[in-house]
């Protein structure tokens, strides 16, 4: 019983803090900001542009804010969530490669995502190791695994241990960190649920991790 009570208070404190995440994100960007499309933008875009891909993208928060919309910059550069569901790739089935949607780092392939029931995009494994570096992430009473973008440092989600084989991990992301470059002509395969048939389904969402993970 005191177990079942645990559980139920540790679900409740977790459904806090992700409501809480959620107002902070829809405060946050509904703030007017610096964001627009005037020149100094452009010359940053070029310059990010003009990085070779196997370079680090280093700007200043001012930079960042010029480039990205403000819930990018939120999510991305202050380690904010998204809300669950309300957010573009989710449910998207289409077939193509997952880029950070701040510096085109190519990140994961729709063919390692999968449905977690969760409301964030959920990825098994990312495209190489190096694309994403793992921090211990702490706040909010949690400890959690952060997932950053390698090249550019922007926050992309967290990593769960509770994810589908074969690496039984759960990349669980935010959307506004990513763009999908789409494979040319797909359209992906729904079933009558709007799940792809047979992925694996994450009945435990946001389940605490339990041991240090290294990738
Ligand atoms: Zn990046």
């Known amino acids: 019983m005191n177990g079942h009570r645990m559980v139920c208070r540790l679900k409740l404190h977790e459904g806090a803090i992700v409501a809480a995440f ?8 509904a703030a007017p900001t610096s964001f627009g499309d005037d020149a100094e933008a452009a010359r940053i875009r070029a310059r990010v542009k003009a990085v ?3 370079e680090k993208v280093k700007l200043t928060n001012d ?10 910059f939120f999510v991305m550069r202050e380690a904010g ?9 989710w449910n998207n089935h289409e077939k193509g490669i997952y880029l950070c949607a701040a510096c085109g780092n190519e990140l994961f392939s729709s063919n390692t995502k999968f449905e977690s029931g969760t409301g964030w995009p959920s990825f098994y494994q990312p495209l190489a190791k190096d694309k994403i570096v793992i921090l211990a992430d702490n706040t909010g009473g ?4 952060e997932v950053r973008c390698a090249r550019c440092g922007s926050h992309l989600g967290h990593v769960f241990n509770d994810g589908p084989p074969p690496t039984h991990l759960r990349y669980c992301l935010n959307s506004v960190s990513l ?9 992906g395969v729904v079933d009558s649920e709007g799940i792809q048939p047979g992925l694996w389904r994450c009945q435990r969402a946001h389940r605490p991790i339990l041991k240090i993970i290294t990738v």
Do not use: D, H
């Open 179 to 187: 763009k999908l470059k789409a494979t040319k002509g797909s359209v």
């Open 142 to 145: 949690m400890k959690r695994q």
């Open 63 to 72: 930079q960042w804010r010029r480039i990205l919309t403000p819930a990018q």
């Open 22 to 29: 959620s107002l902070l994100y829809l405060c946050c960007i």
């Open 81 to 89: 969530t998204e809300p669950p569901f309300k957010n573009e790739y």
């Open 52 to 54: 070779p891909m196997n």
